[in-house]
């Protein structure tokens, strides 16, 4: 049901702007109004529905072929307008969403969508700007490139894909050669060395809550890959002694893969869960206790385990814990339908609970996870989702 509710006027905004979620610090969310005339900045609590800040008016809109809002480092948040001359400066504003403050306005050569010219991209709570070939680049106060990670500048699916409960890492990963892959921090670009001895090859890295894995084998001798995990600072935390490779589609917890049989670890190298070998889709998820596996690649089955008792669960048919789920509480997923803005599915039975009604000719509907709170827009409304007293 509708909880705290609010409106396009009621928050200051010119008619018919519509509202889109940058992003939030705690339960402060950060939302972008869109305008026919320009951007529009603003702050929610969204637990309460009350303006923290703004609406900090950005700019008009000119020939702006790419518009898009990052957090920078909380409570810091970064827009750029590219234009359509590719080689021409963006433009870039830098606001503290914690005072409303605009700290930056003016040039910057980051650009939200290009092939050869540093393109920005979110990882957790910090935006980089990624170039094919050269690396990875930290983004400072004035919209200019700071800290430099050479590498292939390519970042793994993992920070581009689904939605995830967990509070994503401050790590991240790209190719640094033909084998190796480099990790390291998204706040200052810091390079983080795992603790191993020196007569081992690294290869492939995946980051995890709390940490990542790496794949390794002894210098030379291909034919031994195996697997050990490492918290945020590098140090060791497990190296189980089975061969294996990483899963990189798996990234709320390790699923190690070998030639006998696949399995679900902690960092700390506890067997989980082992995995019927009929299922061989990389794509999984973590709900609560619950493990999720895609049975097949268009991720419409998923197949369940209890982590607790390693039990298998219902076969969850549909698309709802793929690209469309939302946030889940452990036992009810959240997941946007073919029809719907949202709907609700009972992970024990895989049935669905409620449906919103989906939008018509005369009503958009949009709902959104901000921290952990729903959020729903239906036209020029804002309005929490919460349950029915």
């Given at each position: ?115 050869d010219k540093p393109r ?260 020029d409304r804002l309005f ?6």
């Amino acid at each position: 049901m509708p909880g705290w509710t609010t409106t396009v006027g009621e928050l200051a905004l010119p008619p018919s702007t519509v509202v889109r979620p940058v992003g939030y610090v705690d339960d402060r969310g950060v939302f972008l109004g869109i305008a026919e005339d320009g951007w529009w900045l603003f702050g929610l609590d969204v637990t309460t529905g009350q303006r923290t800040f703004g609406p900090v008016r950005l700019g008009p809109a000119g020939e702006a072929t790419d518009f898009k809002c990052y957090v920078n480092g909380p409570p810091v948040v970064l827009c750029v307008r590219q234009g359509p001359d590719p080689n021409a400066p963006s433009t870039a504003w830098v606001v503290d969403s914690s005072s409303g403050t605009v700290k930056y306005d003016g040039p910057t050569e980051l650009h939200v969508a290009a092939q050869d010219k540093p393109r920005l991209e979110q990882v957790g709570d910090y935006a980089v700007a990624v170039m094919s070939g050269k690396g990875v680049y930290g983004v400072g106060a004035h919209g200019e490139l700071t800290w430099f990670v050479p590498g292939d500048g390519i970042l793994p699916a993992q920070f581009a894909s689904w939605e995830r409960d967990a509070h994503p890492s401050t790590l991240a990963v790209q190719g640094r050669d033909e084998i190796t892959d480099v990790v390291f921090s998204v706040v200052d670009g810091s390079i983080v060395k795992p603790s191993m001895p020196q007569n081992v090859q690294f290869g492939r890295a995946v980051i995890y809550p709390g940490g990542f894995g790496y794949e390794y084998n002894p210098v030379g001798d291909f034919s031994t890959e195996r697997v050990a995990f490492f918290d945020d600072t590098g140090k060791k935390l497990s190296a189980p002694d089975s061969r294996g490779t990483l899963e990189t589609r798996s990234v709320d917890l390790p699923l190690v893969r070998s030639a006998s049989k696949d399995i679900v670890l902690t960092l700390a190298g506890q067997q989980l869960l082992e995995l019927p070998p009929s299922l061989t889709s990389p794509d999984a998820r973590l709900i609560g206790s619950r493990f999720f596996v895609a049975a097949d690649k268009e991720h419409r089955s998923w197949r369940q385990f209890d982590l607790q008792t390693g039990e298998p669960g219902e076969t969850c048919e549909g698309e709802s814990l793929g690209f469309q789920y939302i946030a889940s509480d452990g036992e009810v997923a959240v997941a946007h339908g073919k029809r719907t803005p949202a709907q609700a599915i009972d992970l024990t039975t895989c049935d669905v609970l409620w449906s919103i009604a989906g939008s018509t000719p005369d009503e958009a509907k949009e709902v959104w996870k901000v921290n952990t709170t729903l959020v729903q827009r239906s036209n020029d409304r804002l309005f929490a989702l919460v349950p029915p007293k």
